[in-house]
Every structure is written in C-alpha cells, then in structure tokens.
T-cell receptor
Framework: GENVEQHPSTLSVQEGDSAVIKCTYS??????FPWYKQELGKGPQLIID?????GEKKDQRIAVTLNKTAKHFSLHITETQPEDSAVYFC??????????FGAGTQVVVTP | DAMVIQNPRYQVTQFGKPVTLSCSQT?????MYWYQQKSSQAPKLLFH???????NEADTPDNFQSRRPNTSFCFLDIRSPGLGDAAMYLC??????????????FGSGTQLSVL
C-alpha cells in the first residue's frame, strides 16, 4: 500500500513570510497530487492539485511542485496571511481514485 | 451553496446507543465516502460507495455500517458506539465518471460525542 510522509507536522511563520510543506509517497501508481486545507471545525477543501505530467502549478499565492522521479511533491504558500492558518493535508491518489492522506501539517501564521 | 451537507453538525449519544449520521449531496456524484477523523489526525477511510456498490475498508469495525438508498443520500450507522468512536465523521463525494475527476468534495462533518 501507499506510504505517505508529510513534513513538517507543525509550521509557524510570520505573516508575509513563505511556508513550504513536503509530501513523500511510495506508490508509483499515484498520478494525481492534491493538497487539502482544513480549517478548525470544517471539512478539508481542495486548494491546489497537480497531475503527474506537470512539474509545477501556481494559483496566486499558492503553488505545488512535483518531482515524480523522487516521489515527492510540495506545497508553497507565499506572502502568508492569518487566514492561511489551518491544517494542510497531502493526498497522493492513483488512477482509481484511491488516496492516502498524509498526517497533516498545522500551519500557524502570526501577525 | 453547500454541495455536500452533513446533519447534524454535532451529535451526542450514549455508550452503546445506536446512532445514525446523514450525508446528502447536490452534485449527482457517483462515489460517496465516509471518513473518521480523530483529533489531530488525518481522515481515515471507513468505506465508500461507487453507485450502489459498497466497498468496506479491511480494518473498519463491524460496528460501523452504511446505507445508500439513492444517489443523493448516504448514512453512517454506528450500532453500539463506544468511547473510542468519538470523532469527527466526514462525508465526501467524487464524480467518478472516468479520468481526471479525482477531486474530493467534503462536507463540514458531524462531531460525535459518546457519553
């Protein structure tokens, strides 16, 4: 089965600084790589995703990079704001839609 | 507008008293999932439906059952809740109509307390 490692488990950043979270996976059948954001008391929401034929994708202040050879992908948040404070999960997914969540990263953005 | 709706938002039950959580979706998605999420942990898949086909995870206790009477609704039944079943229960959907539709849509969850 898929083995997913997500680092760091907690990340504290000053408002305006950048945050980077890394996810490493083991299943070479994974070909879809989403990041979900979960705010307190809510369900996870997709914030950005990337497919295996793309190396990088950007959406305003967030970006995802993928290194399929090394089996890792990363979430990058620039110019962090207090509303970026949440738990972030990576969830590498195979063609059948079977996914494995990482353990999550608690991001705290301090003003 | 909410697309995956879970009711109730908070549920309190007694030890051993059966409880049912509900999920409805307006997306007409084929696949519906139930996840259990304990504090500071990742969501853990309990089971899912692809249309009417039920798929149970190997480590899901028999105490957890599910029903999907139609495309829009899915229920999670906990037959005899124990203290260890206190958690957030998340419903999610996926279109499931072929390639490039792996995105999951989550509801806001039901927080279950067991007294």
């Amino acid at each position: 089965g898929e083995n997913v490692e997500q680092h760091p488990s907690t990340l504290s950043v000053q408002e305006g600084d950048s945050a980077v979270i890394k996810c490493t996976y083991s299943d070479s059948a994974s070909n879809y790589f989403p990041w979900y954001k979960q705010e307190l008391g809510k369900g996870p929401q997709l914030i950005i995703d990337i497919r295996s034929n793309v190396g990088e994708k950007k959406d305003q202040r967030i970006a995802v990079t993928l290194n399929k050879t090394a089996k890792h992908f990363s979430l990058h948040i620039t110019e962090t704001q207090p509303e970026d404070s949440a738990v972030y999960f990576c969830a590498p997914t195979d063609s059948w839609g079977k996914l494995q969540f990482g353990a999550g990263t608690q991001v705290v953005v301090t003003p | 507008d909410a697309m995956v709706i879970q009711n109730p938002r908070y549920q309190v039950t007694q030890f051993g008293k059966p409880v049912t959580l509900s999920c409805s979706q307006t997306l007409n998605h084929n696949v519906m999932y139930w996840y259990q999420q304990k504090s500071s942990q990742a969501p853990k898949l309990l089971f899912h439906y692809y249309d009417k086909d039920f798929n149970n995870e190997a480590d899901t206790p028999d105490n957890f059952q599910s029903r999907r009477p139609n495309t829009s609704f899915c229920f999670l039944d906990i037959r005899s809740p124990g203290l260890g079943d206190a958690a957030m229960y998340l419903c999610a959907t996926r279109r499931g109509q072929g390639a490039l539709d792996e995105k999951l849509f989550f509801g806001s969850g039901t927080q279950l307390s067991v007294l």
